[in-house]
């Protein structure tokens, strides 16, 4: 009897200081970052020391709702300077993530062109391979618009800076906008003529797209 008590005390023991070491240790990393948030949301952990220089006021609703219904997609850009020209890093930064939201489509190209293959299994074989080019031509030209920022849809959120020694590492944290981005995919004439053609071939474009946004979100 006494054995089993002894037993059961020291098990209280044990799981009452692993407890203690989990949460002094989940306090610890919490203190080392801050947060940004989106309408009282924690979207993106920082570095503690991190300064917090520009937050889009103007989209905290929208980034917030898209986060709260699990559709946020955010991308991260850097710049490393001496903090000289901070318009400059804060440009270069921003094209940056820019360029990770074009690579991040870019590495996707074959999944969306299995994608298209999938819709386009009615028609004869030089037919599809036909409208299968072109259906990876608009893709294609699409990423190269997110890499060169010339799509609304996807926007600057937040800035923060870090001095690390003499440098200043600048970041931007660009959000895409699944709705906005494929609003502002029909409204380009050139680009949304070339989509309405491929629908008469039976290629279904923002479907085969939306599959890829779908998969930046798990």
Do not use: C
Not at 30 to 42: R, V
Not at 140 to 147: A, D, H, L
């Amino acid at each position: 009897m006494i054995f089993e008590n002894n037993w059961v005390l020291w098990t209280v023991v044990i799981v009452s200081a692993l407890l203690g070491t989990f949460f002094l240790f989940m306090q610890l990393q919490q203190d080392q970052y801050q947060w940004i948030t989106a309408d009282g949301y924690k979207i993106q952990s920082i570095p503690k020391d991190a300064t917090i220089v520009f937050v889009n006021n103007s989209m905290e609703k929208r980034v917030g709702e898209l986060y709260k219904a699990g559709r946020l997609i955010a991308f991260v850009g850097q710049s490393i300077g001496a903090g000289i020209d901070t318009v400059s890093a804060r440009e270069k930064a921003k094209i940056n993530a820019y360029k990770e939201l074009a690579e991040y489509f870019n590495i996707r190209v074959q999944t969306f062109a299995a994608l298209v293959e999938g819709q386009l299994q009615s028609i004869s074989n030089s037919k599809a391979q036909e409208v299968k080019s072109i259906a990876l031509e608009v893709y294609k030209r699409v990423t190269q618009m997110f890499s060169e920022a010339q799509i609304s849809g996807a926007y600057v959120y937040a800035i923060w800076e870090e001095r690390v020694g003499s440098l200043i590492y600048t970041n931007v944290l660009l959000v895409f906008d699944p709705e906005g981005v494929i609003e502002a995919l029909k409204a380009n004439k050139e680009i949304n003529k070339q989509i309405e053609e491929l629908g008469k071939s039976g290629v279904d474009f923002f479907k085969a797209l939306n599959s890829i946004i779908e998969e930046a979100k798990k």
